[in-house]
Nanobody, 128 residues
Framework: QVQLVESGGGLVQAGGSLRLSCVASGRTFSTYAMAWFRQAPGKERDFVAAINWSGVNTYYSDSVKGRFTISRDNAKNTVYLQMNSLKPEDTAVYYC?????????????????????WGQGTQVTVSS
């Protein structure tokens, strides 16, 4: 398994932007598909975005499509989540996750159970 550490969360006003980063340990990062999930207080952990091992394929939840962009830099063992036009309902703890499942298994219905490695999470708070 790969170890994941997220950063970049914080407090931002509605309409603002944040970029989250997730750094992975080990030399096999490029073999993993990566994803971001989020969990608001009292709610389930929901899928946000995913990217395949090369970065060519991406997939988004309807709630963030057009506002968020997932990307990766395999040379830096890092996956990013650029979040624009943030809304108060985007407030949550954001988690980075990794899987070695094939991309066609992960999408179009990414499940928490498909991802075997998780970070500790980073808090994003959007004020109105």
């Amino acid at each position: 398994q790969v170890q994941l550490v997220e950063s970049g969360g914080g407090l931002v006003q509605a309409g603002g932007s944040l970029r989250l980063s997730c750094v992975a340990s080990g030399r096999t990062f490029s073999t993993y598909a990566m994803a971001w999930f989020r969990q608001a207080p009292g709610k389930e952990r929901d899928f946000v975005a995913a990217i395949n091992w090369s970065g060519v394929n991406t997939y988004y939840s309807d709630s963030v499509k057009g506002r968020f962009t997932i990307s990766r830099d395999n040379a830096k063992n890092t996956v990013y989540l650029q979040m624009n036009s943030l809304k108060p309902e985007d407030t949550a703890v954001y988690y980075c996750a990794a899987t070695r499942l094939h991309w066609t298994t992960v999408v179009p219905t990414p499940r928490r159970a498909d991802f075997g490695s998780w970070g500790q999470g980073t808090q994003v708070t959007v004020s109105s």
